[in-house]
C-alpha cells in the first residue's frame, strides 16, 4: 500500500540564482520527467536525508511536462543546505500537497490580478504560467509585484523578457526605495495597488507576500470595491507530514497543509486569528 | 456469549500467547500497572487504569518510517515497512477503547497511516469492563460506557469468573481459538456486573460533568474568552498531558544518521511545546497561553468539528493524575461553561 510519508529521489538538474538569497531549483526524476502531477499552488515537502524536510510550493506551473521547480529563500537548516547544493545532487520530494488556487471554476474567466511581495511570487507564479498557457481561459491579467530592492525581484528575466510580452498582461514591478539603475515604481505593493485603482468587476485577486504587506493591501482593495469573496492567499505554516495528521498546521479547525494552503478571505475570516 | 471459568484465567492467557503475542496490564511495583508482554507467571492486574495509555500499540511514542542511502550526490529511498506480527492486547477500559476511535479517524482517514493500519489490522482489542473505575475518571461526560466497553471481545468479570463477547470479526476468531476453555453462558452474571459498575460510575466526584458550553461550532465564542489567561498561567509546558493522553495523536519526524545511512523516525510531539509551531519566519504561538489553548481547543472544539460531535477527549483522567501544576480538561471544561458545570 503507497505510503504518503515516503519520499521520490528527484534530481536537481539545475539551480539558478534569481537574488542574493533567493535559488530557483529544477527537480527531475531519475529518469526523466517529473516526480508527479500537481495544481497552480500546491506544494510538495522537499528534503534532504539527515538534514530536514520543509514544505515548499512548487512555483512551476502544472502545464511544464517536463519538469518541476521550487524557489527556495534561504532562511533556515534545510534552505541553507540547498543554496550551497551542486547540480545533479538528488533531494527527496513527496507531494503534492494542499488545495490549488482554484483555477478551473471560480477563477475561470475571470479577470485575474496578483498581488506579490520578495518569494511570494513563488506560489503566484505557478498560476500565473498555467493563464498564460490558457491565456483563452481567463480575461485581463494584472500583476503587482514588489520587493526591496531590484535584486530582490525574484524571475526577473522571466517578468521582463516573457510576463511583459504576453498580450493581454500588465506588470507592474515596483521596489522599496530609489536605486541607480532602476527607473520603475519606488514603494511598497499596499500604496501601489491603491494608486494603480483596480475595478472589481469579474476579477479576482491572488496575494502572496511578507503578513506585512497582505495586512496593508487587504484594507486597499476593500476600498476599491473587492469583495473577501474576491481576493484568495495561500498561507505557511509550520509543517511535518503534509496531509493534516501530524497536528501543527491547523488555524482553528483548518490544517493549512490540506484545507488549504490557498484560502479565500472571507474563509480565514471564520478561522480565529492565530497565523 | 462465552464464559470462563476464574481458575482458568491463566490457561487462556497461555493459549492466546501460543498464537500470538499477548500484552495485558501488570503491577510494575510502583503501585501502577503497565502493559506488559505475557509470559508463564505473569500477573494480570486488576487494579487501577495503566500509567501509559494503550495507544502505544497502535501509534508507539517513536518508529522507524522509512531509510535513506546516501552515497555521493545519490540518495536511495528504502521502504522498510513490513508486516507487523499479530497480537492481542487484554484488559483495554473503556476510555482506551474509544480512543482508538478518535485515533482511527486521524489516521485511517485518507490519505491512509499505513504504519498505524498495519498495527491496527494486526492487533486484536480485548477490553475489561471497569469493575474499579478512579476518581479522576469522567468517560461517561463523552458518552463512553465504562460497564460495556467496545473492542473486538468484551469481557466482565463476574462472581465466579469472566464472561466475553465478540464484537468483531477478529474477535470471534479469538475466542473460536480458546473455545476449549469456554463454556455457553447466558448475559444475566453480566447484567448484574454492569449495574454493579453503572451504580459506582454514578457516584464518582465527575459523574455530572458535561459537555455543556464546549463542542462543535463554538471557535468564536470561546477562542478569545479571558479565562484562558488564568487557565494556563501556571502551565510548565512540560507536555506530560499530552503524552498520557490516549488520544494526543500529533508526531514529529526526524532523521537520524546511523553511521550506514539516514534513519527516518516519527515520535510523539507535542502541542505543548514552544518550537512546536516555530518556523524560520517567526511562530504562530509564542505564548503558552496560545499553546495551551491550542490543546484544549483542539479537544473540545476543532475535533469535534470535523468529526461530526465527536470529542477528543475519552475522560481517562490521566491527565489529571499526573499534571505537576494539576491543570487539566476538568477545569478547563468547567470554566468555559461558566459555572453551568457543578
Known amino acids: ?275 | 456469549m462465552k464464559k470462563l471459568s476464574l481458575a482458568k484465567l491463566n490457561d487462556l492467557f497461555a493459549a492466546i500467547a501460543q498464537r500470538e503475542a499477548l500484552y495485558l496490564p501488570v503491577d510494575n511495583g510502583t503501585g501502577k500497572a503497565e502493559y506488559t508482554k505475557w509470559q508463564e507467571g505473569t500477573v494480570y492486574s486488576t487494579a487501577l487504569n495503566t500509567g501509559r495509555s494503550a495507544k502505544d500499540f497502535f501509534f508507539p511514542q517513536t518508529e522507524n518510517l522509512m531509510e535513506f542511502k546516501m552515497e555521493g550526490k545519490r540518495i536511495d529511498v528504502i521502504d522498510t515497512r513490513e508486516e507487523c506480527e499479530d497480537f492481542v492486547i487484554f484488559g483495554v477500559r473503556a476510555c482506551d477503547a474509544a480512543s482508538f476511535d478518535i485515533l482511527d479517524r486521524v489516521y485511517l482517514t485518507d490519505p491512509v497511516d499505513t504504519y498505524y493500519k498495519n498495527r491496527r489490522q494486526h492487533g486484536t482489542v480485548v477490553t475489561m469492563a471497569c469493575g474499579r473505575p478512579a476518581e479522576t475518571c469522567f468517560c461517561g461526560t463523552f458518552g463512553i460506557d465504562a460497564a460495556d466497553p467496545k473492542g473486538d471481545v468484551t469481557c466482565w468479570t463476574v462472581e465466579d469468573g469472566y464472561v466475553l463477547r465478540a464484537n468483531t470479526e477478529k474477535g470471534e476468531a479469538l475466542l473460536a481459538a480458546v473455545d476449549g476453555l469456554l463454556t455457553d453462558t447466558d448475559d444475566k452474571a453480566v447484567q448484574a456486573a454492569q449495574e454493579k459498575t453503572r451504580a459506582i460510575l454514578a457516584k464518582l466526584p465527575l459523574a455530572a460533568l458535561s459537555t455543556e458550553g464546549v463542542g462543535q461550532g463554538l471557535t468564536k465564542e470561546l477562542f478569545d474568552r479571558p479565562e484562558w489567561a488564568s487557565l494556563s498561567e501556571a502551565c510548565l509546558g512540560c507536555g506530560t498531558c499530552t503524552f498520557v493522553c490516549p488520544t494526543c495523536q500529533c508526531y514529529d519526524i526526524r532523521d537520524f544518521d546511523t553511521g550506514h545511512g539516514i534513519q527516518r523516525f516519527r515520535c510523539w510531539d507535542s502541542c505543548m511545546y514552544s518550537d512546536f509551531t516555530k518556523m524560520a519566519h517567526g511562530n504562530p504561538r509564542v505564548s503558552q497561553l496560545e499553546r495551551f489553548r491550542q490543546r484544549f481547543m483542539h479537544k473540545l472544539v476543532y475535533f469535534p468539528d470535523n468529526n461530526d460531535g465527536l470529542f477528543g477527549c475519552v475522560g481517562c483522567g490521566r491527565c489529571l493524575a499526573r499534571c505537576p501544576i494539576s491543570m487539566n480538561i476538568v477545569k478547563v471544561m468547567k470554566t468555559l461553561a461558566k459555572g453551568g458545570n457543578k
Open chain 1, 1 to 275: 500500500m503507497e505510503e504518503t510519508l515516503i519520499p521520490y529521489a528527484g534530481i536537481v538538474t539545475k539551480i539558478t540564482g534569481q537574488t542574493p538569497d533567493v535559488k530557483t531549483f529544477r527537480v527531475e526524476a531519475p529518469e526523466g520527467g517529473k516526480l508527479f502531477e500537481h495544481e497552480p499552488g500546491q506544494c510538495a515537502m522537499l528534503s534532504v536525508p539527515g538534514i530536514s524536510e520543509a514544505m515548499i510550493s512548487i512555483t512551476s506551473s502544472p502545464t511544464n511536462k517536463a519538469f518541476m521547480e521550487f524557489s527556495v529563500k534561504k532562511c533556515g537548516c534545510l534552505t541553507d543546505w540547498l543554496h550551497s547544493m551542486e547540480e545533479g545532487q538528488m533531494i527527496t520530494v513527496r507531494g503534492p500537497y494542499g488545495r490549488p488556487f482554484p483555477v478551473h471554476d471560480e477563477l475561470k474567466g475571470k479577470n485575474l490580478i496578483f498581488v506579490a511581495g520578495g518569494i511570494g511570487l513563488a506560489p503566484l507564479r505557478s498560476v500565473i504560467n498555467f493563464v498564460r498557457d490558457n491565456r483563452a481561459d481567463y480575461g485581463h491579467v494584472d500583476i503587482v509585484y514588489g520587493s526591496r530592492s531590484k535584486d530582490d525581484l525574484v524571475n526577473y528575466d522571466e517578468i521582463v523578457g516573457e510576463w511583459m510580452h504576453t498580450p493581454d498582461f500588465n506588470v507592474h514591478l515596483t521596489i522599496d526605495r530609489e536605486q541607480e539603475g532602476w527607473d520603475g515604481h519606488v514603494g511598497f505593493v499596499p500604496n501601489y495597488v491603491k494608486e494603480l485603482d483596480f475595478k472589481p468587476e469579474n476579477t479576482c485577486v491572488l496575494i502572496c507576500g511578507p503578513p506585512i504587506m497582505i495586512k496593508f493591501t487587504l484594507p486597499g482593495l476593500i476600498e476599491l470595491g473587492f469583495d473577501k469573496t474576491q481576493i484568495f492567499t495561500t498561507m505557511e505554516l509550520r509543517m511535518k507530514c503534509g496531509i493534516g495528521k501530524c497536528g501543527r498546521c491547523n488555524i482553528g479547525n483548518k490544517y493549512v497543509c490540506k484545507d488549504g494552503p490557498v484560502f479565500r478571505f472571507d474563509q480565514l475570516d471564520e478561522l480565529p486569528d492565530e497565523y
